[in-house]
């Protein structure tokens, strides 16, 4: 059973599989495993996958970079001799702090939105159970062979 659209979007939020809730979804702040560890689920459905999530933070970048101005403009139109540093480094900050703090999340928002819209195919969920036995069964050998 798939999950409500609001939770997908709250565990996209938080970094987690949209499908089963699993965490740990990066090895890095920047790379995404291709399967979900909890439910196999593979994230890039299809090729140009990650364009979503750059969408979702470019936007958001933007977003950021326009409360600073629209702050400036607000402060400015109360004090016209308002100085333009704080708008600046503000800006420059947003800019740049932005996407790469929010990277991760971007990605899982995007997985999230992707899931709620398309759901998986029959096959697209076999395939997420074939890879997670196989996952299983590979943590069953290496358990034996610890002597
Ligand atoms: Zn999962």
Redesign the pocket.
């Known amino acids: 059973m798939e999950p409500s659209v609001g939770r997908m979007l709250w565990r996209g939020m938080t970094r987690r599989?949209a499908?089963?809730g699993?965490g740990k979804l990066f090895t890095h702040w920047f790379r995404m495993v291709e399967r979900?560890p909890?439910?196999g689920?593979r994230f890039q459905r299809e090729e140009g996958f990650q364009l979503g999530g750059y969408v979702i933070n470019f936007g958001v970048t933007e977003g950021l970079v326009c409360l600073v101005v629209a702050g400036y403009i607000v402060a400015a139109a109360a004090n016209p001799n308002v100085s333009i540093w704080p708008v600046v480094v503000g800006g420059i900050l947003a800019a740049v702090v932005t996407p790469i703090a929010f990277f991760p999340f971007s990605r899982t928002i995007w997985a999230a939105i992707d899931l709620a819209l398309t759901p998986l195919t029959v096959l697209e969920q076999a395939e997420a159970e074939t890879a997670l036995a196989a996952k299983m069964r590979e943590a069953a050998k290496r358990q034996e062979a610890r002597p």
């Open positions: 599989c499908r089963c699993t979900c909890g439910c689920y």
